[in-house]
């Protein structure tokens, strides 16, 4: 398989989550999108890593996945105080961040 | 047979998504998420990237999944009825930003003039993707971004505790303190005394 076949399924996840941000209203949902796009640019980084027989892809995704983990314990921390707040757990309800 | 495997991961990868995106229930979205995980790392694999797919095991579907099935049993579901469903305009306007975003990048990499991308790989030697090439990157070419990395995390566990952590005093009533139950206060009169008529009998006239 070429490389151009890894970079379109990483196309095709990046849409997908794309699109699942702007659909979703559970804020836990689209903290897992937003994953997913990670995911896609993840793949991206090794594939062309790959391409041009470097490792630096490699050391890129695995920084990129440091980021991932890091913003998904702060989201997640977020939400958790939202619920002990008792707001709605839904973006469109949410108007601030307040308290 | 790599092209088996590549199928076969490629569609895993796919479905994952989809479901992570298409299903209601927020759990079974997490467990998808879990499968599209597991087949990105076969992936990894079939690109010689053995550090980065176990670490994405490990680390990303092992480590932070487990982290969002706590926070999923937690926080819970979609509640009861919404305020108002997500209407079909935004669905379908979605689909189309998104399948807009895949058509422009799928011009931009198959129309794309890099010829490395035409092949299955460069030259790469044994040891490709090791942890002990990966490991001997880190510390050497990329030492900057490994220090970075590790505040980064630092800064994220310490915002995590501050975000989670209960205000000064009990904000939920009815909630009991360790002090209102040693001092025997829980359940009980609080203008009353301890162990008074008054308290076993009630407020008078009642």
């Known amino acids: 398989m070429t490389i151009t076949w890894y970079l379109t399924v990483s196309a095709f996840v990046f849409a997908i989550g794309a699109c699942g941000v702007l659909v979703r209203r559970n804020p836990l949902v689209i903290l897992l999108c937003i994953e997913l796009m990670l995911n896609a640019a993840n793949l991206a980084l090794v594939a062309s890593g790959r391409a041009h027989g470097s490792q630096d892809g490699q050391v890129f995704a695995l920084i990129v996945m440091v980021v991932a983990a890091c913003e998904v314990a702060i989201g997640l921390g977020l939400i958790v105080a939202l619920f002990r707040q008792r707001l709605p757990i839904d973006v469109d309800e949410l108007r601030e961040l307040q308290g | 047979m790599a092209e088996v495997v590549f199928f076969i991961a490629a569609l895993g990868v796919i479905a994952g998504a989809l479901g992570t995106v298409a299903l209601r229930n927020p759990f079974y979205a997490v467990l998808a998420l879990v499968c599209h995980l597991l087949a990105l790392a076969a992936l990894f694999l079939l690109l010689r990237a053995e550090f980065v797919a176990a670490a994405q095991v490990v680390v ?3 480590a932070v999944m487990v982290l969002y099935v706590f926070v999923v049993a937690y926080v819970g579901g979609e509640r009861g009825a919404m305020a108002a469903p997500v209407g079909p305009r935004l669905k379908v306007l979605s689909a189309m930003f998104a399948g807009a975003l895949l058509i422009e990048l799928c011009i931009a990499i198959i129309g794309t003039t890099v010829t490395a991308l035409d092949g299955e790989g460069g030259r790469f030697f044994v040891g490709f993707g090791t942890p002990s090439e990966i ?6 070419d990329f030492l900057l971004a490994f ?4 505040i980064l995390l630092l800064i994220a566990a310490v ?8 205000r000064s005093g009990l904000e939920m009533a009815g909630d009991l303190s360790v002090a209102d139950v040693l001092r025997g206060t829980h359940g009980t009169q609080t203008q009353a005394g301890l162990e008074t008529q008054a308290e076993a009998a009630g407020p008078p006239g009642r």
């Open chain 2, 60 to 62: 990303y579907a092992g």
């Open chain 2, 135 to 140: 490991g001997r990157l880190f510390l050497t």
């Open chain 2, 147 to 150: 220090e970075l990395a590790s």
């Open chain 2, 159 to 166: 915002g995590a505790v501050l975000l989670a952590r209960r």
